[in-house]
């Protein structure tokens, strides 16, 4: 069946319909592609027809490419992978350039026909470098419509055209935030950055009078015509040449150097901007060639595109089990974890209970949702009726009996096994049979915790990351008796707050925190040997993670630290490995320096709370090497401690799907992204040379780096992660 449909209404405008067969959301495909360039040509060469609109037939515009398209032509090319990426790069832009020029003469610039883009919700990716190549852009008035470039989240850069004419379009200073953050915009905002002409309630109408009543000078685009200039000046033009310094310092400082991506595109809006048109789309499709065959992109894709989409789609929900929508949530614990819950669950449309001990307490909670809202309202996100009707939503109260018809309980009081196990009983005894009972610890074993349950198959783990209102990941723990319709609620429960899941079984610290405290931890362990905790920040920022681990210890209270220490430890007993790391942390907090909360910690911190510079006195417990280890050796030594302990989760089958240990990783505490996760990064390494690297490590640091079984026989098989645990099998 065909994506595209043409009809040719009773004014002489020819209609293109994007309607991909059985889809929810139009994406490009190769065929789709040669469909839009018949369309095109057919429109061009028949008298009657005026003009041309391309539109959606869905409540969409686009979603952009089908990314398995780029995989198959990388496959497809044999050895000579570039080639074959490029070459459909270029035919790409080869069709977009026909419908840009629609038929015009070369030398006069006339003789074409006038081309619209009406466009209705969502419009990203290719099909907004589709709109840019048409000669109006008309968006619907809606506040759900958005627009925008957002290849670069996903480890790319917009290669179809859109790097190059948005930056001539508006200068490479004005394009930046639009290529470089790939933020969505709204009709209005979108408007301001020139990405759409006008906002309409009826796009396709207006883009028909457009096309209607358009003079021949509407449809030639600035750089076809004599003179062009580029917008803010050229490179070698005074005010370009500062540009592109200040563009390559904001890029450099926000990245770190550890995206390809944003240096390539900067490279090929920086070397396009000397040359002419055409030669431009060369060599921007040269580059995201190079993007494209850099070995990050791939990962980036998998992890945070194909396989974050499959997670929110429900890939590892259990089948046979019908839909879990929660209606109503009580939420146990009104502290700024709960608090974040019952936010997110109002947000949601969900009929919240917030319950505390104490009605000031529950009341305080509920108005942490009133200030957020209230937040919203200044920056345009939100409106006085939208806050009034989420703050209806919620119920602060101390009265159990609330929770009498809810379907969903999740427990976020103290983290004391016995709290935990008295509310819990207390609420059985109220809520139906059928309510499913959920635990919002970060380190307490779930299987332990269901021991107080009554129906221990509807008890399981639901692991919010703070704050809960922006981090993306849900962690959901299956403990030992936890059943299915457990699992599918709780995923349900997150598909509902727009979250990404991901379901481990159950085990101390789960899965993210199993991860998160070795790294941590090395880090502590590198201070206690005199390395300098600035070198090991920038080390880890230098890797993509968006903070580094001694900031990050700071941030997540090194009162808790000691505490998991201790806790730890006494689960332990003989078994508990003890570290440098653990005296470090209870000497800070013997110290009363508990992190940013006590505004003081490993860093100082002013009246205001800001960070100020890494606390000096510390070097004074323990003094800096006179000789500083490589950038590279402190990197590696922060990358080892967690993937090896990635790999020891799923060896043990706390992970069961890879997928949700490279999405968990990113979004959970960001695992240098530009990697696609753990597992990722170790196939990036190769199984031999990774497991070479931990046995070394390993002699050098301890046992913590050896090698885990499961790595070592890849290791000797010449497996990759992908290839030995392909998703297929592990969902099967």
């Not at 770190?256 to 030669?279: C, H, N, W």
């Not at 640091?701 to 790595?711: A, K, V």
Request: aromatic share 8%.
């Amino acid at each position: 069946m065909s994506d595209f449909h043409y009809t040719v209404d009773d004014d002489g405008v020819a209609i293109l319909t994007w309607d991909a067969a059985g889809k929810s959301m139009n994406v490009l495909t190769r065929e789709a592609f040669l469909e839009v360039e018949s369309m095109v040509d057919q429109a061009l060469a028949d008298d009657a027809v005026k003009g041309l609109v391309i539109t959606s037939g869905k409540k969409d515009f686009a979603g952009g490419m089908d990314l398995n398209v780029l995989a198959n032509i990388r496959e497809e090319s044999g050895e000579a992978p570039a080639q074959g990426l490029f070459d459909f790069t270029m035919n790409g832009h080869r069709i977009l350039r026909k419908l840009e020029r629609a038929g015009m003469k070369p030398k006069t610039n006339k003789g074409g026909k006038p081309i619209a883009c009406a466009l209705t919700g969502i419009c990203a990716g290719i099909g907004t470098e589709i709109a840019l190549a048409c000669h109006h852009r008309v968006i619907s008035d809606d506040p759900k419509a958005k627009i925008g470039l957002p290849e670069i989240l996903i480890g790319i850069f917009p290669g179809g055209g859109g790097t190059t004419r948005y930056s001539r379009m508006v200068g490479a200073m004005a394009a930046a935030p639009v290529l470089l953050e790939g933020k969505m915009l709204s009709p209005q905002k979108a408007k301001s950055a020139q990405l759409v002409d006008a906002i309409s309630e009826d796009p396709l109408e207006a883009a028909r009078a457009w096309v209607l009543a358009a003079k021949p000078a509407d449809i030639v685009k600035p750089w076809d015509q004599k003179g062009f200039k580029f917008p803010g000046g050229a490179p070698y033009h005074p005010a370009g040449y500062m540009t592109y310094v200040g563009a390559s310092a904001m890029i450099n400082g926000k990245t770190q150097g550890a995206f390809p991506a944003a240096k390539a595109l900067l490279s090929a809006i920086y070397e396009g901007a000397m040359v002419d048109f055409d030669t431009a789309l060369k060599i921007e499709a040269r580059w995201f060639t190079q993007v494209l065959m850099n070995p990050s992109s791939s990962a980036m894709i998998r992890s945070l595109f194909l396989n974050k989409q499959a997670l929110e789609k429900g890939a590892v929900r259990p089948a046979d089990v019908p839909d879990q929508t929660v209606q109503k949530i009580g939420v146990l614990g009104a502290g700024m974890m709960g608090a974040g819950i019952a936010l997110v669950s109002a947000q949601a449309g969900m009929e919240v209970v917030l319950i505390d001990q104490v009605q000031e307490a529950a009341e305080r909670g509920k108005a942490y949702s009133s200030t957020y809202m209230d937040k919203g309202i200044k920056r345009g996100k939100a409106t006085p009726e939208k806050k009034e009707a989420l703050l209806e939503r919620i119920t602060a109260t101390t009265d159990l009996n609330t929770l009498k018809d809810c379907d969903l309980i999740i427990e976020a009081v103290f983290e004391d096994p016995k709290v935990k196990a008295e509310i819990t009983q207390k609420v059985e005894a109220i809520i139906p049979e059928t309510c499913i009972f959920a635990s919002n610890t970060s380190t307490l074993p779930i299987s332990e915790l269901a021991k107080a349950s009554t129906r221990p198959d509807q008890f399981i783990g639901i692991h919010f990351f703070s704050p809960v209102e922006k981090m993306l990941l849900v962690e959901i723990i299956r403990g030992k008796e936890t059943g299915d319709r457990a699992v599918a609620k709780a995923l349900d429960f997150v598909r509902q707050i727009r979250k990404t899941p991901i379901v481990v079984n159950d085990a101390r610290f789960f899965y993210a925190n199993r991860c998160i405290i070795p790294y941590m931890n090395e880090a502590l362990r590198m201070v206690t040997e005199g390395v300098s905790p600035v070198l090991i920040d920038n080390a880890a920022r230098q890797l993509g993670f968006p903070v580094g681990p001694i900031q990050l210890a700071d941030e997540t209270s090194i009162e808790l630290g000691a505490k998991i220490a201790r806790a730890t430890k006494a689960a332990l007993g003989d078994a508990y490995d003890d570290s440098p790391a653990d005296d470090l942390l209870f000497w800070m907090e013997a110290e009363g320096r508990l992190g940013r909360k006590a505004s003081a910690g490993f860093f100082e911190y002013d009246a205001t709370g800001k960070r100020t510079q890494y606390w000096p006195d510390l070097a004074e417990k323990y003094p800096l090497a006179v000789e500083q280890p490589a950038l590279a050796h402190v990197q590696e030594r922060l990358m080892f401690a967690q993937a090896l302990e990635a790999v020891r989760a799923l060896q043990e089958g706390v992970l069961t799907d890879i997928r949700e240990g490279d999405v968990g990783a990113i979004l959970a505490w960001g695992f240098a992204p530009w990697s696609g996760g753990p597992l990722s990064w170790l196939d990036m390494l190769g199984a031999p040379y990774a497991a070479e690297r931990a046995e070394a490590l390993a002699t050098e640091f301890g046992p913590r780096f050896t090698c885990p079984d499961l790595l070592k026989e890849m290791a000797e098989n010449q497996e990759q992660f992908y290839k030995r645990f392909a998703p297929e099998q592990a969902a099967a």
